[in-house]
């Protein structure tokens, strides 16, 4: 017999082989619900949500955290890649914040070890927000009706750099989307799917996307090569995880995107190549696992992974503190 080597399926045996013990945990699924979030600190999530929404803590007071995680639109923007500070346009293409606790770390290639860690990185960096963390707090510090809310978030009217991105954090452990039909379906009701979906669901598992996206949030909890049978072409420079890591092993290794709302959250990709839920499953096929999908398998996957959209989260926009006369006016 002819000894064919299959790089890729080699791969998906070591990725599987854990992944199996973990099934057996898990009640057999390797998908599990999502928990509703459980809110530690109530009046510290309030402010988080006020600064998430707030373009004061950027240079141009014109861009905030919302204007590229927009939870009108499932916390993204929709944009192949963002545009930030003076119309420029970023490298990358903006993740999800909804589910982003899940995350293993934040950012593509993992750079951030936590939510709070990310948060500081926006408001300083010369392409988003353009702001420094000094001339935010100074900002912050000067509207008078901020200082009722870290006062009864954290006990003082202080506005530290560390209050506010601590803040930020507490408000994205809130943004998690539970109750997707496919939740409830895993938890037992069978009329949640119908035929299609569930058959979709059938070879997610059997072609083996979910040794990649699995667990509650359907990824988000590894790093993966992206290109593991077939080199993917991609049009942006980022090379992923070898950035923090300097191991050439981690070039090209993004982290697994978690596939929660992905119906929301086109374009796709981390140089949102993909315009379409079709393409990306296509795309995901052939570099990931060397298999061409049929129109109607292609179909059946996508009309899957449309079931885990969830209850998006759900609150009054918050009404933020007017300026004081001191407060930084926009800068171009
Ligand atoms: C990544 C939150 C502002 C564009 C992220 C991630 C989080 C986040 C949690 C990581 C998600 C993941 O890895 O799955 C925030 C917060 C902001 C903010 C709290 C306000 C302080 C912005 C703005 C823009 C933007 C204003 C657009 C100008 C991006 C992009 C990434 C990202 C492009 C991916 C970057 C990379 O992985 O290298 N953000 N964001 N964000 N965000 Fe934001
Ligand atoms: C990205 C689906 C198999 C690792 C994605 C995305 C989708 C998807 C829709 C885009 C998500 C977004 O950008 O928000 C699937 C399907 C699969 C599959 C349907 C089975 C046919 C795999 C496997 C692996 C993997 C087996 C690991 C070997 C990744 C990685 C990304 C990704 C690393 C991000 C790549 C990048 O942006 O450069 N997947 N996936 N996937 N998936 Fe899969």
Redo the contacts with the bound molecule.
């Keep these: 017999m002819k000894f064919e080597f299959k790089p890729g399926l080699a ?2 045996a070591c ?1 599987l082989a854990p992944l199996s013990a973990a099934n057996a945990a898990t009640g057999g699924e390797p998908i599990q619900p999502i928990a509703p979030a459980r809110v530690a600190s109530p009046a510290t999530a309030e402010l988080g949500k006020m600064l998430f929404f707030d373009p004061r803590l950027s240079k141009s007071g014109f861009i905030s955290c919302n204007s590229c995680h927009n939870l009108s639109m499932g916390g993204s923007d929709n944009l192949k890649s963002s545009i930030g500070h003076g119309w420029q346009k970023g490298p990358i ?1 903006a ?1 999800t914040v909804l589910n982003s606790r899940f995350n293993l770390a934040q950012f ?1 290639d993992g750079r951030a070890a936590d939510l709070k860690a990310q948060a500081g990185g926006p408001i300083a960096n010369p392409g988003e927000m353009a702001y420094s963390h000094e001339l935010a707090v100074n900002t912050l510090k000067t509207i008078p009706g901020y200082r009722g809310a870290f006062k009864k978030a954290f006990g003082s009217d202080e506005v530290t750099i560390d209050r506010v991105t601590q803040a930020i954090a507490t408000f994205e452990e809130t943004l998690v989307t539970p109750d997707s039909r496919f939740d409830k379906w895993l938890k037992g009701d069978k009329k949640a799917l119908t035929a299609d979906e569930l058959a979709g669901y059938k070879l ?1 598992k059997d ?3 979910v ?3 699995n667990g509650p949030a359907v ?1 988000g909890n590894s790093y ?3 290109g ?1 049978v077939e080199p ?1 072409k ?1 049009s942006s420079p980022a090379e992923g995880r070898v950035a923090v890591t300097g191991q050439d092993a981690d070039r090209f290794n ?1 982290k ?2 978690t ?1 929660r709302n ?1 119906e929301l ?1 086109y374009p ?4 949102g190549a ?1 315009n379409t ?1 079709p393409e ?2 296509d795309t ?2 052939r570099v ?2 060397g ?1 061409k999908f049929s129109a109607e398998e292609n179909a059946r ?1 996508v009309a899957f ?1 449309k079931t885990l959209t969830g209850k998006q989260p759900q609150f009054a926009m918050p009404i933020l503190p007017p300026s004081a006369d001191a407060t930084p006016r926009p800068k171009p």
Excluded: E
């Design positions: 791969l998906l990725l293409n993740p593509w997610f072609s083996g996307c040794a990649c996206h990824g993966q090569k992206m593991v993917y991609a993004f697994v995107p596939l992905v959250t796709y990709f981390h140089d993909a839920l990306a499953v995901m096929g990931q696992l298999r996957i992974l």
